[in-house]
């Protein structure tokens, strides 16, 4: 979504209120921008301020902003969402590799589920769906009806970019995009064997129990979503 040159991006604005305002825990490889608002209204006065002038675009967490999002009722209208969910026991594994300290919201799941029912309750529209995996394996034909749907050109340049210009709101979370800010684009992948994937998630939970339960937690979430998704 940078790369197509024609949207301001911001990337998390939200972390700051979830884990320097409301202080839920200490984020492991987060450096906090003592400049960045920690108030809730004032990120979203800041990003709608934006917005007056060009097209904003903002990847974040719905467990970052659910449930105060509730009560902001002119968001649901003022941003289209769009929700990109993957296989909470790829994604566990992943989290779980670079904070062990990982609590069971930041499966984001639930809140995802949530946050999406309070648009669709409100609006009496669905908003998209995407899963992680099918971007991986067809990026220009997935981003394209993506696009279509938001009403976005189609712009082939997107799909490749300069490693060597990570983008500057990054900087705080760096520790988390390491493979990201290394490559020059998204790379297609093969669909994993289900086995394979529990087996993996198995070997890792034996040790750290917890991360069975948060799988157990969200993985009806994950099922509900999954459903919708493109």
Known sequence: MRERGDLHCFHEPF?????????????????ADTNQSTEFDDIVNNLKQHALSEPVF??????????KIFESEDLVN???HVFMIRDPRK????????????????????????HLEWIRNATGTTPVV??????????????????????????????????????????????????ASSSTA???????????????????AKDAPQLKQYLEHH????QRLKNLAL
């Not at 997107?158 to 060597?164: I, K, R, S």
């Not at 993985?219 to 994950?222: A, E, L, N, Q, S």
Request: with cysteine; hydrophobic share 35%; aromatic share 16%.
């Open 130 to 179: 995407l899963e992680a995996e099918t971007i991986q394996q067809d990026p220009q034909k997935t981003m394209s009806i993506l696009w279509e749907k938001l009403n976005l050109p189609f712009v082939e340049r997107a799909f490749e970019w300069q490693n060597n210009e990570t983008p500057e709101d990054w900087q705080q979370v760096a520790g988390w995009h390491e493979t």
């Open 186 to 204: 998204i790379e297609p992948t093969q669909l994993e064997n289900e086995s394979d994937i529990q087996m993996r998630f198995d070997k890792v």
């Open 58 to 67: 903002f990847k974040d967490m719905s467990y970052y902003v659910v449930p």
């Open 15 to 31: 972390i700051h209120y979830y884990y320097v305002h409301l202080g839920v825990k200490k984020l492991s490889h987060f450096d």
């Open 219 to 222: 993985w009806p979430y994950y």
């Open 78 to 80: 003022l941003i289209k």
């Open 91 to 114: 994604s566990i594994l992943s989290y779980y590799k670079l904070d062990t300290d990982i609590i069971c919201d930041e499966i984001g799941l639930e809140a995802q589920w949530r």
